[in-house]
């Protein structure tokens, strides 16, 4: 319900986030990667991995629990820190294309680009990992994250450092759902 409760903040949320100007960062990592078009494959790996956590939680609610807790809890942060920190995109973006939320959801007329800190698809991968059990599983989904990270900072619609706090930002909202469920 309360991930429900965000969907009627959402939209006027980020008009105001897209129309208010923001500081643009040096980033030398961006400098040192190629810039290419990976859409695809980079929502092929997010929408693959939330498929395959949602088939491993269904049949164990209190981790399924922990982990929308811990999703809500991400968002309400991201809000925050996308509140605190206006910046511009990085110079050299390439517009990322999310073949299905681009088809369900029309936020504002325009391209969102300025919901910059921290990295949300990265932070979410994160999240996954954290929520699945076992070696393997942690290990594939820690893969996949760093290399959603990279395709990101590669499609430029990120700045270095919001991939790298993105994961400490999961961490600290799946703790945060661990306290609220006990667990």
């Given at each position: 319900?309360?991930?429900?409760g965000?969907?009627?903040?959402?939209?006027?949320?980020?008009?105001?986030?897209?129309?208010?100007?923001?500081?643009?960062?040096?980033?030398?990592?961006?400098?040192?990667?190629?810039?290419?078009?990976?859409?695809?494959?980079?929502?092929?790996?997010?929408?693959?991995?939330?498929?395959?956590?949602?088939?491993?939680?269904?049949?164990?609610?209190?981790?399924?629990?922990?982990?929308?807790?811990?999703?809500?809890?991400?968002?309400?942060?991201r809000?925050?820190?996308?509140?605190?920190?206006?910046?511009?995109?990085?110079?050299?973006?390439?517009?990322?294309?999310?073949?299905v939320?681009?088809?369900?959801?029309?936020?504002?007329?325009?391209?969102?680009v300025?919901?910059?800190?921290?990295?949300?698809?990265?932070?979410?991968?994160?999240?996954?990992?954290?929520?699945?059990?076992g070696?393997?599983?942690r290990?594939?989904?820690?893969?996949?994250?760093?290399a959603?990270?990279?395709?990101?900072?590669v499609q430029?619609?990120?700045?270095?450092?919001?991939?790298?706090?993105?994961?400490?930002?999961?961490?600290?909202?799946?703790?945060?759902?661990?306290r609220v469920?006990?667990?």
């Amino acid at each position: 319900m309360l991930l429900l409760g965000l969907l009627p903040v959402v939209p006027g949320f980020y008009h105001f986030i897209q129309a208010r100007p923001g500081w643009l960062l040096a980033d030398p990592l961006l400098d040192l990667l190629p810039v290419r078009d990976v859409s695809v494959l980079t929502f092929t790996l997010i929408y693959g991995a939330i498929v395959a956590t949602l088939v491993y939680l269904l049949p164990r609610p209190q981790l399924l629990l922990r982990a929308l807790w811990a999703y809500y809890f991400l968002q309400v942060l991201r809000m925050a820190t996308l509140w605190l920190l206006p910046l511009e995109p990085p110079t050299t973006l390439l517009m990322l294309h999310d073949p299905v939320m681009d088809r369900i959801f029309a936020v504002t007329t325009q391209p969102i680009v300025r919901d910059l800190f921290f990295s949300g698809h990265t932070a979410t991968m994160a999240l996954l990992m954290l929520a699945g059990r076992g070696r393997r599983w942690r290990w594939a989904l820690g893969l996949m994250t760093v290399a959603v990270g990279l395709l990101v900072l590669v499609q430029r619609v990120h700045y270095s450092y919001d991939v790298l706090a993105a994961p400490f930002f999961a961490w600290g909202a799946y703790w945060l759902a661990g306290r609220v469920t006990k667990q």
